[in-house]
C-alpha cells in the first residue's frame, strides 16, 4: 500500500520569477506573517514552504551582497608588478640564508 503524506492541496511546483516578486513585495507589506501571506497569496503552498523560499532568498542575497564587497576590496589592494619591486620591498640580501656569490 502506497502512503503518501504530502497534503494534497500543497503544492510542489518550481517558485516562478512572478512568485518570488510577489513573495517580496506581500513580505514587505505583511512581514513574517507566513500564514496570512499564504492565505492570501499562495493558497496552494505550506506556510512552511513560504517561509523557507523567503530565508532562502535572503541568504542569497546577502552572499551575493558579501561576494560583491569582496571583490570591490580586491580591486583596491596595491597591485605589485614585478619581482624587482618585490625584492626591493623585502631587501632578501639582508638574510644570511639568501647570501648569492
Not at 516578486?21 to 496552494?44: D, K, S
Not at 532562502?56 to 624587482?84: C, F, H
Amino acid at each position: 500500500m502506497n502512503h503518501t503524506y504530502q497534503r494534497s492541496d500543497v503544492s510542489c511546483v518550481k517558485w516562478s520569477r512572478a512568485d518570488v516578486q510577489l513573495l517580496i513585495e506581500a513580505h514587505a507589506y505583511h512581514g513574517n506573517n507566513w500564514i496570512h501571506i499564504r492565505q492570501h497569496y499562495f493558497p496552494n503552498r505550506s506556510p512552511n514552504q513560504v517561509k523557507c523560499k523567503h530565508n532562502y532568498l535572503v541568504r542569497k542575497s546577502q552572499q551575493s551582497d558579501a561576494v560583491k564587497e569582496m571583490e570591490a576590496n580586491i580591486s583596491t589592494w596595491p597591485q605589485i608588478r614585478s619581482g624587482d619591486e618585490i625584492s626591493g620591498l623585502l631587501n632578501l640580501s639582508s638574510y644570511s640564508f639568501y647570501q648569492t656569490e
